[in-house]
């Protein structure tokens, strides 16, 4: 892995997370919070870009890292619209699309930081399977409007990388595996992963599929529009219903996991109900997921923070063990997966796609 040194950009919406890694190996890391008072002067999250450039050149200096001695730079992913999954080198259509977007997310930043770096020292830039990862099969967008078809907005990064791994302990290229990936964080999204690719998923940010700690997921449609049209809500206040106060929000008023679990080993009823609803519902999605696959599964797979819940775990290990194995990868190591894929390129193993405004890709 000589000279393999690779930068790891993960902007976050109050953090930068930066980390440093020799082939695989993280070497040097930082999780750099941003205070509401630093944030402040940023009407826009775009407008934040030379105040993080500066966090990560400080972050250089401080470690007394030189780097001339990185050979690529990695960004997490933005809003770039629908695109294959892979690895893909950041170019001045990518950055300036993403300068300009009206879409609010951190991460677009992610491609922005990284050209910032790699630039100067004449290496290239990519980001790695951003939320936007389209491999949806026709017949999975199909509802029954026209007018809404199913989107694919989830966590690819982490869902990819735990699909790798899982592939590894089977044993088999992940190419060549039948996966259903359960990503259990502030959203919940589940993807039928075929052959390579994901060819259903849930929309993990927008409404649909199971609900989550901060978000409402698939609701009835019938009183869903009888409440947008009470007169009682704004548009704004519809969507931060279903993205950000839905879920075990919405019932518990918290969204840390960790403080629900401590409400179910007190015996709170409603908290009881609620934690098992929400396993419950994970549990029917990747059973529907079953049938997306044709019952030919490899293994079931969970992820995410949530999943180093042993009792939530257990909760759906007895709705889906019938299905297939079970493999429980906690947590999400996004820096690790961006790295890789980054490494990936370098080793000649994949070859880095060209992003295209329009939603194609090469």
């Known amino acids: ?61 401080e470690h007394a890292f030189d780097v001339n001695r990185l050979a690529a730079v990695v ?31 951190a991460s677009n930043l992610g491609a922005l930081l990284a050209s910032d770096i790699a ?82 998923v849930n929309n993990a940010l927008n409404g649909d599929g199971p609900f989550a700690p901060e978000r409402a997921g698939g609701l009835p ?29 919405a019932h518990l008023k918290v969204n840390d996991m960790r403080k629900v679990e401590e409400m179910v080993a007190a015996g709170d009823a409603k908290a009881t109900m609620v934690f098992e609803a929400m396993a419950y519902n994970v549990a029917k999605e990747i059973g529907g997921l079953a049938a997306a696959l044709e019952g030919k599964i490899d293994a079931v797979v969970l992820t995410g923070g949530i999943a180093f819940d042993t009792h939530f775990v257990e909760l759906i290990r007895r709705r889906v063990e019938f299905l297939a194995r079970l493999i429980v990868l906690p947590g999400e190591d996004e820096m690790t997966a961006l790295a890789q894929g980054a490494l990936r390129v370098l080793l000649g193993e994949e070859k880095a796609k060209q992003w295209k405004h329009a939603g194609g890709n090469a």
């Open 1 to 61: 892995m000589e000279n393999k040194y690779i930068l790891a950009i993960n902007p976050g919406s109050t953090s930068t997370k930066i980390a440093i890694f020799l082939g695989e190996e993280k070497v040097l890391g930082q999780n750099i919070s941003h205070t509401a008072e630093e944030l402040a002067p940023f009407p826009r999250i775009i407008d934040q870009h030379h105040f993080r450039q500066k966090v990560i050149l400080t972050f250089f200096k």
């Open 119 to 200: 630039k100067p020292v004449g290496i290239n830039a990519y980001i790695v399977d951003p939320v936007t990862v389209d491999e949806m099969t026709d017949m999975a967008r199909i509802t029954g409007r026209p007018e809404i078809p199913r989107i694919s907005i989830f966590h690819a990064l982490n869902q990819k990388a735990a699909a790798r791994e899982a592939a590894k302990k089977l044993g088999k290229p992940y190419e060549n595996c039948r996966l259903i990936v359960a990503h259990l964080g502030g959203g919940i999204s589940v993807g039928a992963h075929l052959d390579g690719k994901v060819v259903d």
């Open 75 to 105: 960004g997490r992913g933005g809003l770039l619209g629908p695109m294959a999954s892979g690895t893909y080198l950041v170019s001045d259509e990518m950055t300036d699309y993403l300068k300009q977007t009206r879409t609010e997310h």
């Open 221 to 249: 449609s019938w009183s869903l529009v009888e409440l947008a049209t009470s007169g009682q809500y704004d548009l704004p206040a519809l969507k931060k219903m279903i993205t950000g106060q839905g879920g075990i929000v």
